[in-house]
């Protein structure tokens, strides 16, 4: 059980700034996940909340406690690795006791603590078995079973299903936040992959080239997200842009695109020069009354719903709409776009306009 | 033939690699037609900043596309592909997905791509065929296949997430010789019927599901991205176009 805080966390590799200044509160209990593309620092985060990367400046509390200059030994977490190192030549009992045993705990405590964790994940049936002739998936129970044995006040994975095939992946994935359901251990994950991050995640922080981009719980990071680069990386299809050269007021509730004026959620700050309007792909409609215009390019079914690709005047969208809805590539569509979600940006420097509606989520500072 | 596991000839650049087939004496393809047909193959897969590049020089992703586009540069009547996108990353496979499509479609070669992602079958294919221990299940339009499955097997190959399957017996209305009842996602009615309780709302940004315990099952659900729902409230659901299948898992019609 653990609060875990960083207070302007850095990290530099000789010239190259690895983590420029992170801040964020993971609480006691939570899945916290730490989400970007590979390079943007979220390992290297993580390695510095365990102890194996020493800050080159910056602050970590772990219950309150600020322990950045401390052995990982001294830290009380437990890390499980995207390559789950196992202890080849003894069996899995003996895996997982391990650091029971290294501890001086005595024999009987251990038999019960390693019986008890087996059970939790369903892996009682091959204790006595030599670990090498072990699938995948019973290896990463063994790899957990193991973290877990020693009841760390946290639990830190990095990239732990990143190995696994995408059928599996999802299936331990659900195995993995149920645990957590049941045992409520605050842990830290990092992934690439935002569709697990926002799977199971309760919060995420999304970072791209050491910086924290955004920081909170995954509906509001997909709503409302803070910058061009969050509202491209999560969602699947990822949000579309139309950008356009133009100026937006405090208080204007519309902006124009090619002379057609577009309704978006009332804004709280001026901008000028290229903007982009972000939309979501379920929040475009297709409307024969609207003035805004398209051509269909490409159609993809998906069962329940197909993506629809749509040239305009200012880039391609993506409209997530009901496979029941005709759609044939060529066809000129009007673009309805639901306007209390759309987010305008300043296409400079990626940066969210401030509105009425994202107010609460983004706020200031 | 385009392989899950590329192979490059080592020693060349991109543009060697690209244009050896058409080099084949055989072809006896005129220089600036090698020169604008690689140009244009390596523009659609966006590998033309790298043309120059040796093959080794290059990340996975882009040994692929240069692995595909050494199949388009020839203009075969039939491509043969294997998994041609799986070790590429999701932002580029779902890119190189429409610009497939878009490639058979304009040059009306017939392709036959094996896959084990749905996404892939259900968003490329004019047609499915369904293997089952190398035996064609089922074989028709994605849609077809998604909305008119004629096995379990079938059924659970497409759709995501999967479709629930549960004893007939859970639900009232089953008919005669029904042993499993077959409920996708989106077929489930939220708001009347019979009670489950929640177990997990999971929060995907565009949708939100729903793991409910009904009855002892586990059924996965979609509901509104906003729905206020949380674990352990209790819910009422009804089955809408379900599908019913026989002890030996073959559709009931």
């Known amino acids: 059980m653990a609060r875990i805080e960083i207070r302007n966390l850095r990290k530099e590799f000789g010239d190259f700034t690895a983590v420029q200044s992170s801040s964020f509160v993971i609480e006691d209990g939570e899945f916290f996940m730490l989400l970007g593309p590979s390079g943007c620092g979220k390992t290297t985060t993580l390695r510095m909340m365990a102890g194996l990367e020493l800050p080159t400046s910056g602050e970590i509390f772990i219950d309150n406690q600020e322990v950045s200059q401390k052995r990982a030994s001294e830290r009380d977490i437990a890390f499980v690795f995207q390559m789950f190192a196992l202890y080849p030549h003894v069996n899995v009992r003996k895996n997982i006791s391990y650091p029971l045993v290294s501890q001086g705990m005595k024999r009987s405590q251990v038999t019960e603590r390693v019986a008890e964790v087996s059970r939790i994940l369903g892996i009682e049936g091959i204790l006595d078995r030599p670990v090498s002739g072990l699938s995948g998936g019973d290896r990463q129970r063994v790899a957990l079973a193991r973290a877990i044995v020693r009841e760390p006040k946290a639990f830190f994975m990095d990239e732990p299903l990143g190995a696994l095939d995408a059928e599996f992946r999802e299936h331990m994935a659900h195995e993995l936040r149920s645990l957590h359901d049941r045992m409520g251990a605050t842990t830290v994950y990092v992934t690439h992959d935002q569709l697990e991050a926002m799977q199971m995640g309760d919060k995420i922080v999304v970072m791209n080239h050491g910086v924290v981009e955004q920081f909170g719980v995954p509906q509001d990071i997909y709503d409302w997200p803070a910058t061009m680069f969050v509202a491209d990386f999560i969602g699947s299809p990822s949000m579309s842009f139309l950008r356009f050269e133009g100026a937006v007021e405090q208080g204007g509730t519309s902006v124009e695109l090619g002379g057609i004026s577009v309704e978006v959620p009332r804004l709280l700050e001026d901008a000028q020069g290229p903007l982009a309007l972000g939309v979501r792909p379920e929040h475009i409609h297709f409307d024969d009354t609207a003035t805004y215009r398209g051509q269909v390019i490409a159609t993809e079914y998906l069962g329940t719903t197909q993506i629809v690709s749509v040239d305009t005047p200012h880039g391609a969208l993506k409209a997530r709409l009901s496979s029941e809805q005709p759609t044939r590539v060529g066809d000129a569509v009007g673009l309805r776009l639901d306007k209390r979600t759309l987010t305008v940006f300043d296409a400079g420097s990626g940066r969210a306009l401030i509105s009425e509606a994202n107010r609460e989520v983004l706020g200031h500072g | ?253």
């Not at chain 2, 244009?19 to 072809?27: A, H, N, V």
């Not at chain 2, 199949?71 to 491509?79: E, F, K």
Request: charged share 25%.
């Open chain 2, 1 to 253: 033939m385009v392989f899950q596991q590329y192979s490059l000839y080592p020693h060349l650049t991109v543009r060697q690699n690209l244009e050896f087939p058409l080099k084949s004496p055989l072809l006896r393809t005129p220089k600036d037609e090698i020169e604008r047909k690689v140009r244009d193959v390596a523009e659609v897969l966006r590998i033309d900043h790298k043309l120059d590049n040796k093959a080794t020089a290059l990340s996975g992703g882009e040994m692929q596309r240069v692995s595909i586009g050494r199949a388009l540069v020839r203009n075969p009547s039939i491509y043969l592909m294997d998994e041609p996108l799986s070790s590429l990353d999701a932002k580029l496979r779902a890119e190189l997905r429409i610009e497939l499509k878009r490639i058979q479609a304009q040059s009306g070669a017939t392709l036959l791509y094996v896959t084990h992602d749905q996404v892939e079958a259900m968003t490329m294919a004019t047609h499915v065929g369904v293997l089952d221990h190398g035996r064609l299940v089922q074989f028709g339009p994605p849609r077809e296949v998604y909305e008119n499955p004629v096995s379990i097997y079938a059924a659970t190959r497409l759709g995501q997430p999967r479709i629930n399957l549960l004893p007939a017996s859970v639900f009232a209305g089953a008919p005669e010789g029904a042993r499993t009842i077959g409920l996708r996602p989106e077929h489930i009615v939220q708001g009347e019927g019979e009670e489950g309780s929640v177990v997990r709302v999971e929060r995907l940004g565009d949708q939100t599901r729903l793991h409910l315990d009904f009855k002892q099952h586990q059924i996965i659900t979609v509901t509104d991205p906003h729905t206020p729902l949380k674990a352990g409230d209790m819910v009422q659901i009804r089955p809408r176009n379900a599908y019913y299948f026989d002890a030996a898992g073959a559709r009931i019609v």
